[in-house]
């Protein structure tokens, strides 16, 4: 009796939710407001799906170019902070980092080189490797012990460099996997994958052959408004002097901009516009639409998409990579928050960090990538950010971001639109008591 007051006695499960192409129609049932159309991160959720799979199991490789790809969706800017180091970091975590060019060209074909000569580990001795004490007086080892030990051990003669060293260790599948769990984004050679920026400007082209010197494995066209004549000249230029060099395009926001682009011979496309860009030049678009829209496009020409702008946590991540986009370009998220000088603060005022609450390991500690992972650094938060992407799309039930933008793109994934009550619920809230008075 419980059951048919419950229930009805049917089994009728409702329509919920919104498809991406609902989500961002110009109108919907409810409505005729033009605005539902456009789409920050923060305004709106993904509905979860069915879970038979651990998160670990959810494969995180991705496009970055036509030709490129990575096992971390995770790209660093070519901002101030992104050289050798950085770069290093990211590459060794699946993703790759891409120096910037606020120097001279030399300067940057340096930071290139660095790290498509990078090598990770170092070389002991055997005696080093056993732990036994290397002067002669030392007790023989019982018989078999050594054998015991020895079992599995990848050894070389005394004169092989740290590359070889690296090469057995890969042909013997015991060097597969890197501090995060992902393989390490290397190219053909076995190195370390590397970006650069570059400019639009004529003395561009100087730098260009120094990075290509350098052995760059990609360049980003840097700009915040990618559809222009000038990018487009580059461009052309590149792929005539340099027809096999990946180039990524852009900042685009729509698609009439990613097919000039992409008609020009782009490999991948930026998408995204700052929020100067939006205040101070009122162009732009907001995230969630642009992703939405010209990876829509782009995807339809075989070029991938890179989400940069507006990612202010882990789940606008989530969402970008749901929308289409096939890598993130991380920005504020990967750069330390800059403190005000003391100055301009109010005698009494509390200074809080916007990241405090899940990136408080992302500084980028300096040091030797190789070397010990140091608190407080790139190699904590890195993999919070991919065990945060592998949970998930656990939840939303996509084993790898090729099924998640397949769901995406068939209907299958349903999203809800939050309203401002909605989002500020569902944030930080309580973070900064204070006592209401009544008089």
Do not use: W
Not at 299 to 306: C, D, L, S, T, W
Request: net charge negative.
């Amino acid at each position: 009796m419980a059951g048919y007051l419950i229930s009805g006695d049917t089994g009728y499960v409702p329509e919920d939710g919104l498809t991406a192409q609902q989500l961002f129609a110009s109108s919907d049932a409810s409505t005729t407001n033009p605005l539902n159309s456009t789409q920050f991160p923060s305004d709106f959720l993904i509905l979860p799906g069915f879970i038979d799979f651990t998160a670990d199991e959810v494969d995180l490789t991705s496009a970055l170019t036509r030709t490129l790809s990575l096992s971390t969706p995770l790209v660093s800017p070519p901002l101030g902070g992104t050289e050798a180091e950085l770069a290093i970091a990211m590459a060794l975590m699946g993703g790759i980092g891409i120096i910037h060019h606020n120097c001279t060209p030399e300067v940057q074909a340096s930071e290139v080189r660095k790290v498509k000569q990078f090598s990770q580990g170092s070389l002991r001795t055997l005696d080093q490797s056993l732990g036994a004490p290397r002067d002669s007086d030392s007790h023989s080892p019982a018989p078999g012990q050594a054998l015991t030990k020895l079992q599995g051990l990848v050894v070389a003669l005394d004169d092989v460099t740290l590359r070889e060293a690296n090469e057995a260790l890969e042909h013997s599948r015991r060097g597969a996997r890197v501090r995060a769990g992902c393989a390490p984004s290397l190219d053909a050679g076995s190195r370390l994958l590397c970006g650069a920026a570059i400019g639009t400007r004529e003395d561009d082209k100087y730098r260009l052959d120094l990075l290509v010197q350098a052995h760059v494995d990609l360049v980003l066209l840097d700009s915040s408004q990618g559809n222009s004549r000038f990018q487009l000249g580059m461009l052309r230029y590149i792929k005539s002097r340099y027809p096999q060099l990946p180039v990524i395009g852009g900042t685009v926001v729509t698609a009439a901009q990613a097919k000039n682009l992409i008609d020009a011979g782009v490999d991948a496309l930026r998408v995204g516009t700052g929020c100067f860009t939006h205040e101070a030049q009122a162009c732009g678009r907001p995230q969630g639409t642009a992703v939405y829209r010209v990876a829509e496009y782009a995807r339809r020409f075989g070029v991938p998409v890179i989400a940069d702008g507006g990612l202010r946590t882990l789940g606008h991540v989530v969402k970008a990579l749901a929308l289409g986009a096939s890598t993130v370009m991380l920005g504020s998220l990967l750069t330390p928050p800059t403190e005000p000088p003391p100055e301009f603060l109010p005698p009494d005022a509390t200074r809080l960090s916007p990241h405090q609450d899940t990136a408080t390991g992302h500084h980028h500690s300096k040091g030797d990538p190789s070397g010990p992972i140091l608190e407080n650094s790139i190699h904590h938060f890195i993999p919070y950010l991919i065990a945060g992407i592998q949970h998930g799309c656990q939840d939303i039930g996509a084993r790898s971001l090729s099924v998640l933008r397949s769901m995406m793109y068939s209907g299958e994934l349903k999203f809800e639109r939050r309203t401002m009550a909605a989002q500020l619920e569902g944030g930080v809230h309580g973070l900064h008591s204070y006592e209401k008075r009544l008089y």
